[in-house]
Nanobody
Framework: QLQLVESGGALVQPGGSLRLSCVAS????????IGWFRQAPGKEREGVSC????????IYADSVKGRFTLSRDIAKNTVYLHMNSLKPEDTAVYYC???????????????????WGKGTLVTVSS
């Protein structure tokens, strides 16, 4: 069974950058569509970005487009979320998720994602 562990969350000033990592074990990520989601205090979880299992198609939420980049390293079985120009509204717990049958599409829904990490906290504040 696939297991996911996120890391890299931290306190960062507005305008700063962070790279989140998500290490997978139990299976190889090239069989899975992957995604990053986040949940801010008092708000519902929202999709940030997703990538198809082939790696050929990536979608971003409008709120992060042009600032965040999702990537994966199959050899390391790891997914990354590179975050630039961070804003206070990016403050949230960030989760990575994966599923073999997930459909990565506009809106980055979490419907169909069966495997989740426990999350890593990103705080953007001066």
């Amino acid at each position: 069974q696939l297991q996911l562990v996120e890391s890299g969350g931290a306190l960062v000033q507005p305008g700063g950058s962070l790279r989140l990592s998500c290490v997978a074990s139990g299976s190889t990520l090239d069989y899975y569509a992957i995604g990053w989601f986040r949940q801010a205090p008092g708000k519902e979880r929202e999709g940030v970005s997703c990538m198809t299992s082939s790696g050929g198609y990536t979608i971003y939420a409008d709120s992060v487009k042009g600032r965040f980049t999702l990537s994966r390293d199959i050899a390391k079985n790891t997914v990354y979320l590179h975050m630039n120009s961070l804003k206070p509204e990016d403050t949230a717990v960030y989760y990575c998720a994966a599923d073999q049958y997930y459909i990565c599409s506009d809106g980055v829904s979490d419907y169909g994602m069966d495997y989740w990490g426990k999350g890593t906290l990103v705080t953007v504040s001066s």
